[in-house]
């Protein structure tokens, strides 16, 4: 089984820039599809973007094209999130999960392992 260490959240002001990683011990990223997930108080967990280690295939919520990078450190066995240009309403928990399907879920169901969370706050 797999298990994440998320880290790298903080307090940032609007426009400034973030890298989340996710570094997972056990198993090695390579059999997995990794998701990045947010959540901000009072709603829904919503998919931000996704990666399939194996293909290096990406994709991207809509309102994070552009501003938010997935990448992969093979020899730490660790992902990354780089956000970059963040607004206010980015504002929410972030989450690394796992899938061994080859298929990038937009949904958290499609996921069976998850990291702790790490708070992401953008100040106004």
């Known amino acids: 089984q797999v298990q994440f260490v998320e880290s790298g959240g903080g307090l940032v002001q609007a426009g400034g820039s973030l890298r989340l990683s996710c570094a997972a011990s056990?198993?090695?990223?390579?059999?997995?599809?990794m998701g990045w997930f947010r959540q901000a108080p009072g709603k829904e967990r919503e998919f931000v973007g996704g990666?399939?280690?194996?293909?290096?295939?990406?994709y991207y919520e809509d309102s994070v094209k552009g501003r938010f990078t997935i990448s992969r450190d093979n020899a730490k066995n660790t992902v990354y999130l780089q956000m970059n240009s963040l607004k206010p309403e980015d504002t929410a928990v972030y989450y690394c999960?796992?899938?061994?399907?080859?298929?990038?879920?937009?949904?958290?169901?499609?996921?069976?392992?998850w990291g702790q969370g790490t708070q992401v706050t953008v100040s106004s």
């Open positions: 999960a796992a899938t061994s399907a080859p298929t990038i879920y937009t949904i958290a169901s499609g996921y069976d392992y």
């Open positions: 056990g198993r090695t990223f390579s059999r997995y599809t």
């Open positions: 990666f399939i280690w194996s293909t290096r295939n990406t």
